[in-house]
Nanobody
């Protein structure tokens, strides 16, 4: 049974930090690219950050570059999103995503709420 379980969300003041975690199970984690997406109320889901299966390459949305860092630990089947200098516009539900090499398998977590107060 495939599971992606996010944790670490919460309420934080503007300028603060949070670290999101995503625990993966039920599939060969090291063979999947991993990403974080977010969806704010009334908006479409958007890609925040991604990393390749080895963690050797990462990419970020322009809106979070220099503030967020994605990382993964293939030994622990975990992926993380360190979020610094948070802004109210970062408020959203954050989702963990797993994407197989050929795109034939895509998995999503249930999401974790991040709320940044001004």
């Amino acid at each position: 049974q495939v599971q992606l379980v996010e944790s670490g969300g919460g309420l934080v003041q503007s300028g603060g930090s949070l670290r999101l975690s995503c625990a993966a199970s039920g599939f060969t984690f090291s063979g999947y690219a991993m990403s974080w997406y977010r969806q704010a109320p009334g908006k479409e889901r958007e890609l925040v950050a991604g990393t390749t299966s080895t963690g050797g390459r990462t990419n970020y949305a322009d809106s979070v570059k220099g503030r967020f860092t994605i990382s993964r630990d293939n030994a622990k089947n975990m992926v993380y999103l360190q979020m610094n200098s948070l802004k109210p516009e970062d408020t959203a539900v954050y989702y963990c995503n797993a994407y197989s090499r050929y795109g034939d398998r895509i998995y999503w977590g249930q999401g974790t709420q991040v709320t940044v107060s001004s």
